[in-house]
């Protein structure tokens, strides 16, 4: 014989929550400096056109 039980569905954890956990496990490190300006990270323009064309093939 056996038992038939429903699925205890658990509360989904926060995004807040998700990140603090991230960031315990030492998966995630903040930013030493969370002030400071974006500043682009490809050289040459279209760099993003070529990446996503790339990507296409």
Known sequence: MAEIR???RRREPTLEER????ER???L??????EQPLRPVARR???L???????AE
């Open 19 to 22: 990140l603090d956990d991230l």
């Open 6 to 8: 429903p699925i205890e």
């Open 49 to 55: 056109a070529r990446f996503l064309a790339e990507r």
């Open 45 to 47: 323009p279209g760099a």
């Open 29 to 34: 490190v903040r930013a030493a400096n969370p």
């Open 25 to 27: 496990d030492g998966c």
